[in-house]
């Protein structure tokens, strides 16, 4: 009887563990396919486009003409680097430099205040912050920045957007600065210390070169965020088909272009292509960002 129950037990014990293996093998595939199926649904609603003109034309061309079936989409992708590597410009210093104090200056009661206010930030809606920008950031890059700069502007341009993305972005790319410096371990800064190098050395010579793999992937991750914001965006660049030379002059980036037509595609041949080229472009961008920031975290790792 007992050898029955015994036996009992296992096959029971060995069927819940194969079933929650099989679960998470779903789980894991489930996250693996969609990227994938997204990708290929783009491709699929993009091919009616790239079937009647060359991906060249459409990539490196800044003619957007709709009614006309010109859809270059040069000046959009331009406006949206621009608005991406100034909202970094403006975000990485503020949060690489708060993290190192938040982590090795403050008292520890300074980042338990500190982390329900990074949670906030990071759970407002991006519509808030698209009103926010509007009603400070434009008339203050408008009345104050610009003619400081020597220039004229309504405001309603890159150097707006990339402010508000820049804020934006600043949680996403703290929380993970604060855990990198997190997990180096307290022996190496005491080693330092122990041989007489001052607290900024420290910093500076070791844990900056050990925290330098999570730095790479804390940008590449804001990067990544910032570049596929719409609403915030949508609604302080101006939203101006023209290339932009200047970070005062108004801008058109991808995920605005999305938003602000999708419900015209029907009325108006191949747009609904047109903007599923885009998406799929955005798509790509966002990918080859990630595969970058990756790339250099393994060869950082490797000369480390």
Not at 4 to 18: A, E, P, Q, S
Not at 20 to 27: D, E, P, Q, R, T
Not at 165 to 177: Q, S, T, Y
Not at 254 to 268: D, K, V
Request: charged letters at 10%; glycine letters at 6%.
């Amino acid at each position: 009887m007992v050898k029955i129950n015994r036996k009992f037990f296992t096959v029971k014990r060995l069927l819940r563990d194969k079933i929650a293996n099989s679960w998470m093998l779903l789980s894991l595939s489930f996250v693996i396919i969609m990227p994938i199926m997204i990708g290929i649904g783009l491709i699929i609603k993009s091919e009616p486009l790239l079937r009647e003109q060359s991906f060249s034309s459409l990539m490196f061309s800044s003619d957007w003409r709709p009614m006309s079936g010109h859809f270059g989409m040069l000046t959009f992708i331009v406006s949206s680097i621009w608005v991406t590597l100034l909202s970094l410009l403006i975000a990485g210093p503020i949060c690489l430099l708060s993290a190192i104090h938040l982590t090795q200056y403050a008292k520890s009661y300074v980042l338990k205040i500190m982390h329900p206010v990074i949670d906030i930030l990071a759970g407002i809606p991006s519509v808030i912050y698209g009103v926010w920008g509007i009603l400070l950031i434009v008339p203050f890059v408008s009345q104050h920045l610009a003619p400081f700069f020597g220039k004229q502007s309504s405001g309603y341009c890159l150097l707006s957007g990339a402010i508000v993305l820049a804020i934006m972005i600043i949680p996403f790319i703290l929380n993970i600065l604060i855990e990198v410096f997190k997990t180096i371990p307290d022996e190496l800064s005491e080693a330092s210390l122990s041989l007489g190098a001052t607290k900024w050395q420290t910093i500076k010579l070791v844990l900056l070169k050990k925290a330098f793999p999570g730095i790479i992937s804390a940008f590449g991750l804001g990067i990544s965020r910032a570049f596929g914001e719409t609403i915030a965006v949508l609604m302080v660049t101006g939203n101006v088909t023209k290339m932009p030379t200047g970070a005062f002059q108004s801008g058109y980036p991808l995920p605005a272009l999305i938003a602000n037509n999708y419900g015209e595609m029907l009325s108006i041949p191949m747009y609904d292509s047109a903007l599923m080229l885009a998406a799929l472009v955005l798509f790509v961008i966002v990918l080859l960002f990630n595969g970058m920031s990756r790339i250099a975290i393994m060869q950082v790792e490797k000369n480390v």
